[in-house]
């Protein structure tokens, strides 16, 4: 399953470096404690939070992760969309609550 | 040490939904008093309405008062917003107001928010939900506070809840502020050691107390003549991040 698979399969929108939307997904991550996911992220796993802060994308590109998913109709804030292209993580945004957004990855076999 | 006195920036009042109600000025200064802390700093969960009053007693103390706030942003994030004035304080006050959920408070679930005095008489309760997030990031909330002529300190950083390192894993770039607060849970220098980023910030630690006893339960040494400076509270503050640079326990 891949980035752009998996953000077609539950609609959700992206906001920044759509040209690293291919990467294989290897599993998901749910928290809004980024140091949680600093050490607990694994490479290739979907972030999905409810932050929106910049800081986001150095915690993904530190980790690895394939892609950060903001759940709960949050916007990412601009300089959010901005780190994120500069670093290559696709940034996409959900109307669905994190909580609905995991249950939709687990069912089209995110596991 | 005669040249160092302490300083304890981060004790709320009855105001907070949290802090006892014993919390009233002239108690918080007289206990500060014994305790020999020389600068106090007042704020309450999302407000400065009770700072007037503590400031106004503290006429009658040897002790410095800056008025001020405990800001929630966005991420969750505590930052303490510090002024010289009640004045300044109500000015970010009204801005903060504007940017709370418009939600109630619940005495029975988070306790009574009461309004005082400078003699501790209880005026009144602010009805609405203190304890909750603005939609402020911590930038916008450093930024508001410094074009305020404040000083900005991120709380208990090292706290799961509500502190800045585990909320945003580490300080954000971009984010000025005067100096960060230690929780009394912590001492400055196992907090560098945990996060190595630390080692050249500006640290602090600061009681957090809700209730009299906890008052000065942590504070932090600062220089006699900083503690007297008559600067504004953003230059004392910067000030004061000087002093704290590398300064350990």
Not at chain 1, 28 to 39: H, I, K, N, T
Not at chain 2, 177 to 191: D, I, L, N, P, Y
Not at chain 2, 193 to 212: I, N
């Amino acid at each position: 399953m891949t980035v752009a698979q998996a953000a077609e399969r539950l609609g959700l929108s992206v906001h920044a470096a759509d040209g690293a939307i291919d990467s294989a997904i290897t599993g998901a991550v749910v928290s809004d404690l980024l140091s949680y996911v600093m050490a607990n992220g694994k490479r290739g796993n979907m972030w999905v939070t409810i932050q929106t802060h910049s800081n986001l994308v150095a915690v993904a590109a530190l980790g690895g992760l394939s892609a950060i998913v903001i759940a709960g109709g949050f916007e990412p804030a601009d300089d959010t969309v901005a780190r994120a292209e500069e670093e290559g993580i696709p940034l996409l945004a959900s109307a669905d609550a994190a909580y609905t957004v995991a249950g939709k990855l687990w069912e089209i076999g995110v596991r | 040490m005669a040249d160092r006195v302490p300083a304890d920036l981060h004790v709320h009042t009855a105001l907070s939904p949290c802090g006892s109600e014993g919390m009233r000025p002239a108690e918080i200064l007289l206990t500060a008093e014994q305790r020999g802390i020389r600068v106090l700093g007042i704020v309450d969960h999302s407000t400065a309405q009770n700072g007037w009053a503590v400031a106004e007693a503290a006429h009658a103390f040897e002790l410095r008062v800056f008025v001020g706030l405990e800001i929630e942003s966005a991420e969750g994030v505590h930052l303490l917003a510090l002024f010289d004035d009640a004045r300044a304080g109500m000015d970010m006050d009204a801005v903060v107001a504007a940017h709370l959920p418009s939600l109630r408070n619940r005495p029975d679930l988070f306790g009574e928010q009461l309004l005082l005095d400078e003699w501790g008489e209880v005026v009144g309760t602010d009805e609405r939900l203190l304890a909750a997030a603005t939609d402020l990031s911590v930038e916008e909330i450093a930024g508001m506070t410094a074009a305020r002529g404040g000083m900005s300190i991120p709380a208990h950083i090292d706290r799961t809840v509500n502190g800045l390192l585990p909320l945003l894993g580490f300080v954000p770039p971009a984010l000025q502020v005067e100096a960060f607060e230690v929780s009394r849970h912590m001492t400055r220098s196992e907090a560098r050691a945990r996060w190595p980023e630390l080692a050249e910030r500006p640290l602090v630690t600061g009681s957090d107390a809700h209730y009299l006893d906890d008052i000065g339960a942590a504070y932090t040494w600062i220089s006699a003549e900083l503690a007297e400076a008559p600067t504004g509270a953003r230059e004392w503050g910067q000030r004061l991040a000087r002093e704290m640079t590398r300064s350990g326990d």
